[in-house]
Nanobody, 125 residues
């Protein structure tokens, strides 16, 4: 069964850290572009960070630059989103997604065809 399963969400105070995981089964993540997306309350889903399999580069949205990092553990077939210096505006539902080919924009949700169910992050004091 092919699926992506996120975990690691929860509540944290501003300035805190969380690490989200996205475990894949049925996919070899090493061969896919991988993205993390966030949907804040009453806002559209946005791409925040991704690894392109077209050029091997990591792309980071300005809203999380310097605070969030993405990494892939090939042995565990799991991708991680390390979130540091969290702010209240980071609150939302976080999802990972993969695609076999990125054509234009690694941070665009329209590039992706396999999604996890999401995990919620709440940042508040």
């Amino acid at each position: 069964q092919k699926q992506l399963v996120e975990s690691g969400g929860g509540a944290v105070q501003p300035g805190g850290s969380l690490r989200l995981s996205c475990a894949a089964s049925g996919f070899d993540l090493e061969h896919y572009a991988i993205g993390w997306f966030r949907q804040a309350p009453e806002r559209a889903r946005e791409g925040i960070i991704c690894i392109s399999n077209t050029d091997g580069k990591t792309y980071v949205d300005d809203s999380v630059k310097g605070r969030f990092t993405i990494s892939l553990d090939k042995d565990k077939n799991t991708v991680y989103l390390q979130m540091d210096s969290l702010k209240s505006v980071d609150t939302g539902d976080y999802s990972c997604a993969i695609t076999s080919d990125v054509y234009a924009d690694c941070l665009s949700e329209y590039e992706y065809d396999h999604w996890g169910q999401g995990t919620h992050v709440s940042v508040s004091s």
